[in-house]
C-alpha cells in the first residue's frame, strides 16, 4: 500500500481512541457540533470497501452496527447516519453520525451548509452520554469479540 508516511490514519489515530482490535478501531471524531461522531477505522491502509475479503467486510460491518446499536440505546438519535467517503483522507473508515433534528445541518448532511445554528443545549445533553455509549460499546464488541 502507498503513501501510507503522508496517511494521517497511518500516522495518527484520527480522533479520541474508544475501543482498538487488531483489525480496526473506533474513535470519537471530536468534530464541533456533533458530539455523538464515531468513526470505525480499519488498521491497515486500503482504500476502497472492496479491498477488503468478504470476511474482513462483514467483521467491520458488524462493529460499525454496533457503533449505532449503543448510540441508539443511549442517545435516542432521530437518525444514525453511516457514510464511508474517504475522499480527503483515502484510508478505509466508517462515519458513524447520531443527528438529531434540532442539529445545525438537520435534514441536510453534515458536510453541507448548515441550515440554522447549533443547539448547545443539544449537544451537552449528547455530551452527557458519551461514557455510558461508549462503555454500552465497548461490552458490545468484547462480547462479539470483534
Ligand atoms: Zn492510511
Known amino acids: 500500500m502507498s503513501e501510507t508516511s503522508a496517511c494521517p ?3 495518527g489515530g484520527g480522533g479520541r481512541l474508544v475501543f ?4 480496526f478501531r473506533v474513535i470519537h471524531a471530536e468534530e464541533a457540533g456533533f458530539p455523538a461522531f464515531y ?3 480499519w488498521n491497515a491502509h486500503v482504500a476502497e470497501w472492496s479491498d477488503l475479503s468478504a470476511e474482513e467486510r462483514a467483521l467491520c460491518m458488524e462493529a460499525v452496527a ?3 446499536r449503543a448510540m441508539r440505546e443511549t442517545l435516542s438519535p432521530t437518525k444514525v447516519n453511516l457514510a464511508a467517503l474517504g475522499n480527503v483522507v483515502p484510508h478505509l473508515h466508517w462515519h458513524v453520525i447520531g443527528r438529531f433534528e434540532d442539529d445545525s445541518h438537520f ?3 453534515i458536510w453541507a451548509a448548515p441550515l440554522r445554528a447549533r443547539n448547545l ?3 451537552a445533553v449528547s455530551k452527557q452520554s458519551l461514557a455510558a ?3 454500552e460499546l465497548v461490552q458490545r464488541l468484547r ?3 470483534l
Open 9 to 11: 490514519l497511518c500516522t
Open 20 to 23: 482498538a482490535s487488531k483489525l
Open 39 to 41: 468513526r470505525v477505522v
Open 66 to 68: 454496533e457503533v449505532e
Open 107 to 109: 435534514p441536510a448532511p
Open 121 to 123: 443545549d443539544r449537544e
Open 133 to 135: 455509549l461508549e462503555a
Open 143 to 145: 462480547a462479539r469479540s
